[in-house]
């Protein structure tokens, strides 16, 4: 069983579209995320849900909306892609028990195209 | 804000061979986490170890080990007995111990282990 899924694994569109990623967590985690990795592989926190509460909102563009149906889900939605927004965007989750955390479990990603 | 930096962007060794990848990190919490992840060609995100700021002992996985110098904010990671498989990028997180569950990941490091 995959603990955290994304799909679609590869996306390829043309610039102006609006696409979803979608991803589902089967561990019971009560936090998700989406990290977007660059070309030059640097990964970067883009939002953070708990218990489908925005947590964490870095400096994203608004084309970049998150919806969190439950605590199980975490998807985002773009519009009106650009140039730059190609990159590889990874699903997230983590549990913290008894002030201990061990670490994120991710999907194994998206790779956005945008032609 | 926290900050991590990996300062060798790039690494080989000849398989069997013991490898150190270094990390340096910035911050001014006293309690944190800090990680290291492995990404193999596949993409797929995977968590080698882990250690707590509050451990003075240094974490151990099997093959994989970790230097921590908590006054020196220095983290680390030592792979014994290299083999082919652990040919990937490897990435250093920080993540503080209250707050929000925000990794902050240094540029990674690209180690090949060349037969």
């Known amino acids: 069983d995959t603990a955290v899924s994304q799909t679609p694994k590869y996306l390829v569109t043309q610039m102006g579209n609006d696409k979803s990623i979608k991803c589902e967590q089967n561990?019971?985690?009560?936090?998700m995320y989406w990290y977007k990795q660059d070309s030059k592989k640097f990964l970067k926190i883009m939002f953070s849900?708990?218990?489908?509460?925005?947590?964490i909102n870095e400096t994203v563009p608004n084309r970049f909306s998150p919806k969190s149906p439950d605590k199980a889900h975490l998807n985002l939605h773009i519009n009106s892609l650009e140039l730059g927004d190609s990159a590889v965007y990874f699903c997230?989750?983590?549990?913290?028990?008894?002030?201990?955390?061990?670490?994120?479990?991710f999907g194994s990603g998206t790779r956005l195209t945008v032609v | 804000a926290q900050t991590v930096t990996q300062s060798q962007p790039e690494m080989s060794v000849q398989e069997a061979e013991t490898v150190t990848l270094s990390c340096t990190y910035d911050t001014s919490e006293n309690n944190y986490y800090l990680f290291w992840y492995k990404q193999p060609p596949s993409r797929q995100m995977i968590l080698v170890i882990r250690?707590?700021?509050?451990?003075?002992q240094n974490a151990t996985e099997n093959r994989f080990s970790v230097n921590f110098q908590k006054a020196a904010k220095s983290f680390s990671l030592k792979i014994s007995d290299s083999q082919l498989g652990d040919t990937a990028m490897y990435f250093c997180a920080f993540m503080k111990q209250v707050g929000a569950q925000k990794l902050v990941f240094g540029q990674g490091t690209r180690l090949t282990i060349n037969p």
């Open positions: 997230a989750s983590s549990q913290r028990q008894d002030r201990n955390l061990y670490g994120y479990t």
């Open positions: 849900y708990n218990n489908k509460e925005l947590i």
């Open positions: 250690q707590e700021a509050y451990k003075q």
């Open positions: 561990l019971g985690h009560d936090t």
